[in-house]
């Protein structure tokens, strides 16, 4: 006699309503409710990737979804090129006046050529000061 490797009861894919036997190391690890990788796809929460992580981008402490985090990305983007071919030049930290490790900083997503230069340290400092008070923990 064969080892069976699917069930032999008979499920209904969540996602295309398809009639299917699952694998039984699927049910086991309780799993087994889509037909396929495709269906799972499908039936997965949107934005969830197929490791059960969030797919997209946390930002000021806050899950923002994808067409938001596009935006963002596009401005960080832009702002790579333009420092690649010249159009926008690094300056010192507005805080403290360094020149090492100064990144560009968005008030303005919509504005993605108008930036911050604060070094490492106080861009995080920026960014926690503006995380709590989005949590409505300063003012």
């Given at each position: 006699?064969?080892?069976?490797?699917?069930?032999?009861?008979?499920?209904?894919?969540?996602?295309?309503?398809?009639?299917?036997?699952?694998?039984?190391?699927?049910?086991?690890?309780?799993?087994?409710?889509?037909?396929?990788?495709?269906?799972?796809?499908?039936?997965?929460?949107?934005?969830?990737?197929?490791?059960?992580?969030?797919?997209?981008?946390?930002?000021?402490?806050?899950?923002?979804?994808?067409?938001?985090?596009?935006?963002?990305?596009?401005?960080?983007?832009?702002?790579?090129?333009?420092?690649?071919?010249?159009?926008?030049?690094?300056?010192?930290?507005?805080?403290?006046?360094?020149?090492?490790?100064?990144?560009?900083?968005?008030?303005?997503?919509?504005?993605?050529?108008?930036?911050?230069?604060?070094?490492?340290?106080?861009h995080r400092?920026?960014?926690?000061?503006?995380?709590r008070r989005?949590?409505?923990?300063?003012?």
């Amino acid at each position: 006699m064969a080892y069976e490797f699917r069930v032999t009861e008979v499920r209904q894919c969540q996602a295309c309503g398809q009639a299917f036997r699952p694998w039984k190391c699927a049910v086991k690890a309780g799993k087994g409710h889509t037909c396929s990788k495709r269906c799972a796809q499908i039936a997965r929460a949107p934005g969830v990737t197929a490791h059960g992580k969030r797919s997209g981008r946390y930002i000021h402490g806050f899950y923002v979804n994808n067409k938001e985090a596009r935006h963002v990305l596009k401005a960080h983007n832009l702002v790579k090129e333009a420092l690649k071919y010249g159009r926008l030049i690094k300056a010192p930290c507005e805080r403290c006046g360094t020149t090492e490790k100064v990144e560009a900083h968005h008030d303005d997503y919509d504005k993605p050529l108008e930036v911050r230069w604060l070094c490492f340290t106080h861009h995080r400092e920026h960014h926690r000061f503006i995380s709590r008070r989005l949590k409505g923990q300063v003012q």
